[in-house]
């Protein structure tokens, strides 16, 4: 590992990061925000559109943004989303064809934006394991193959911990130090992104 795995992701890009930190960043949430867009059909062939907007918004504004509270990464993402749906409808009214469900569709943005909405808490159960498993995909380079290959099998895929030992000649205490040690660097890289880790 390298110096800068000492602090979060979050924080590396809050003092302006290296390239590295916000191509990682990147990494982590286009995907997140393309699926999201995607639920939205009227925005469907927006996705790449709105996630580079929303993209360009994170690279220009979090080296400011002040984390207030568990959460608020998150839940300020959440804005910055919805801001950028809003404004893909109001461009799209403007266009040659309006948008088929107009009224739908803002109004499910707006339920997006209801911080207590069932679409806020999913967005949140969603945001949280898809980011996890990148961080995971992000920081896995950084082990052995055989380590990691213990780590998926017995923590991510929930085979029995003896049957992980035999099969890769490993001893129980091992593959459990390897789930540890991983699991210590993902928490370390998720850090104030993702709730449960800060």
């Known amino acids: 590992m390298t110096n800068t795995t000492s602090v979060s992701l979050l924080e590396r890009l809050a003092r302006g990061g290296e390239d590295s930190d916000w191509r990682r960043l990147l990494t982590l949430y286009r995907p997140l925000i393309q699926k999201l867009v995607a639920t939205y059909p009227d925005l469907k062939d927006q996705a790449d559109d709105i996630a580079q907007d929303v993209s360009l ?8 943004f002040q984390r207030q509270r568990k959460g608020s990464f998150r ?3 959440r804005i910055v989303i919805v801001n950028r749906l809003r404004t ?4 799209h009214r403007r ?3 309006a948008l088929g469900q107009a ?20 967005w949140d159960l969603e945001h949280d394991r898809l ?3 990148h961080i995971l995909e992000i920081i896995s380079h950084e082990f052995e193959a055989k380590t990691w290959l213990a780590f998926q099998r017995y923590a991510l895929n929930n085979e029995p911990l003896a049957k992980v030992a035999v099969d890769l000649a490993l001893s129980p205490n091992a593959i459990m130090l390897a789930k540890s040690r991983i699991l210590r660097r993902a928490r370390l890289e998720a850090r104030g ?5 800060t």
């Open 75 to 77: 839940a300020w993402l």
């Open 131 to 133: 980011v996890m498993l």
């Open 57 to 64: 918004v994170l690279m220009r504004e979090l080296p400011v």
């Open 88 to 91: 893909a409808v109001r461009e």
């Open 103 to 122: 009224s739908d569709i803002g109004q499910r943005i707006e339920e997006f934006a209801d911080p207590n909405s069932v679409a806020a808490s999913q």
């Open 95 to 97: 266009g040659p064809q």
């Open 193 to 197: 992104i993702i709730d449960e880790f």
